[in-house]
């Protein structure tokens, strides 16, 4: 099968990138839908058996005139999609090429403790790991990216991340759009020389330390991308995958459209909606209908901008939370008949109750002295079990965020619910199966929580820089 081959590091054509440190960085010029936008070839799971994968260095053509040197796990980006059915086993070897440790983790998923990709499970350089694991959840989109100790942002940011979608009976029933109609969307912003390099921390902006801020839109690893459409309805699975921006996403051209999955599955209806806050590691799925659009149409995905979510002063050079920008254009340039559906019910989501559960944790977010980002005032220890929760229990954490900027907090192995929050905005993602949660400054959220697997897992930040630093930790799940 296709998934067999990948291409070695050696085997990658050699070239020198023009060292760019100490001088003043010039930056790239990006002339925004020009390139259309690039889609992940998938790997099925209902037809191979078995897939490999190899963290290596690559060099691509993010840019048509230049090639950028990146990281990759076949050779190329964007990495390629997982694609399973609930009750198949998943089954890869991943080997890694890189010269430093690293692991891949399954987001969203519920798997095995031994399986998950907890950092101090790390694999050597060169070195195999034999990923095996059934898929047994609700349908959604998820996704992988690596998760070495305190180089997490880096490696994201150089391109090691993807779709993973889960499927299932209940949602085929649906007849929700699918095949061309289904487009995954994975965003993030970067920052690239005027050589098409790829650069991270930039030293003269400290704040990188809080978060690394580009201003190139890269959907899908293609900057600013246009995608021909057809006039009917699509599913949009949005990802942020970006390092520490929150996007605020709208249409110029469609007023409103149907949120109707969030990280962890579909929603019990769609619900219509303006516009939606994604913060990092966040999954929207939507539907999207361009019938009303005639042949030559444009549409445009857009960041309508979200101060709220941090007044941490930012560096000039770089656009800020609150900037407005666009991401991507959709052309309307072919009629079609659409046989798909967007049923007013989707699912059945049972209810958690604050009544069912066994205790309420307190989690604080706040920065320590030395501008340390934690959890509960520690630093994170890789060997350290902050918590310790009885497996099949029910609990509620309540998320505390004392400090001015918002944190995207996530849990390993498992889904939860929003119980309530204290805050003034809305978010209508609030109403789904979670697993990222964005907790705005000074605000208290609270979620519930079934533990449903044994094992170590980790809870953090998903700010990259914020998880990279401190801003983690362990739970314990004991039978
Ligand atoms: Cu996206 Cu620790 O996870
Ligand atoms: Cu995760
Ligand atoms: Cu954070």
Redesign the pocket.
């Known amino acids: 099968s296709g998934c067999e081959e990948h291409t070695p590091q050696e085997e990658q054509p050699k070239q020198k990138v023009a060292s760019s440190e100490k001088k003043d960085i010039k930056r790239t010029e990006t002339k925004p839908f020009t390139q259309e936008l690039k889609i992940p070839e998938e790997i099925s799971f209902s037809k191979t058996k078995k897939a490999k994968f190899s963290s290596q260095k690559s060099l691509v053509q993010i840019y048509t005139d230049k090639p950028t040197e990146v990281l990759t796990f076949r050779g190329m980006l964007p990495n390629p999609t997982i694609r399973i059915k609930r009750g198949e086993n998943f089954d890869l070897e991943f080997t890694n090429r890189l010269p430093q440790p690293t692991i891949i ?1 399954w ?1 969203g998923l519920i798997v095995p403790s031994v399986m998950d990709g907890h950092p101090k499970d790390v694999i050597p350089a060169n070195k195999t790991k034999h990923y095996h694991y059934k898929v047994d959840q609700s349908a959604g989109t998820f ?1 992988y ?1 690596t ?1 070495p100790h305190a180089r997490t942002g880096k490696e994201i940011y150089h391109g090691l991340s993807g779709f993973y979608i889960i499927e299932d009976d209940e949602e085929k029933r649906l007849n929700l759009p699918s095949g061309e109609f289904d487009l995954p969307l994975s965003i993030q912003d970067r920052r690239f020389d005027e050589n098409r390099k790829l650069f991270y921390k930039d030293k003269e902006v400290p704040q990188d330390n809080n978060g690394v801020l580009g201003d190139v839109i890269l959907v899908n690893a293609t900057p600013f991308p246009y995608k021909n459409v057809k006039n009917r309805k699509y599913r949009l699975r949005i990802l942020n995958s970006s390092s520490v921006r929150t996007y605020n996403l709208a249409f110029d051209g469609i007023e409103e459209f149907a949120l109707i999955a969030t990280d962890a599955g579909l929603l019990e209806a769609p619900l219509m909606v303006k516009n939606v806050i994604v913060s990092v ?1 966040e999954r929207i799925d939507i539907v999207i209908d361009f019938k009303d659009k005639r042949i030559g149409d444009t549409v445009t995905l857009k960041n309508l901008g979200f101060k709220e979510v941090s007044n941490l002063k930012l560096h000039p050079k770089y656009p800020d939370f609150d900037a407005k920008m666009d991401i991507m254009q959709f052309h309307i340039s072919e009629k079609a008949e659409d046989t798909s559906s967007l049923p007013a019910k989707l699912v059945h989501i049972p209810r958690m109750k604050a009544s069912e559960a066994v205790r309420t944790r307190t989690i604080t977010m706040e920065m320590i002295a030395g501008g340390l980002w934690t959890l509960n005032r520690k630093p994170y220890d890789m060997y350290r079990i902050d918590e310790r929760v009885k497996l099949g229990t029910t609990e509620i954490w309540e998320l505390k965020n004392s400090v001015h900027m918002g944190h995207p907090f ?1 849990m ?1 192995g498992v889904r939860f619910q929003v119980l309530d929050r204290s805050g003034k905005i809305d978010f209508p993602t609030d109403k789904g199966w979670k697993d990222t949660v964005l907790v705005m400054p000074f605000e208290t959220v609270r979620i519930i929580v079934k533990f449903t697997m044994p094992g170590l897992f ?1 809870y ?1 930040c ?1 700010i990259l820089e914020h ?1 990279d630093q401190a801003m983690m930790a362990n739970f314990f799940v004991e039978r």
């Open positions: 983790h987001h996704w990216h998760h590691a996530h390993h980790l953090h998903h998880e």
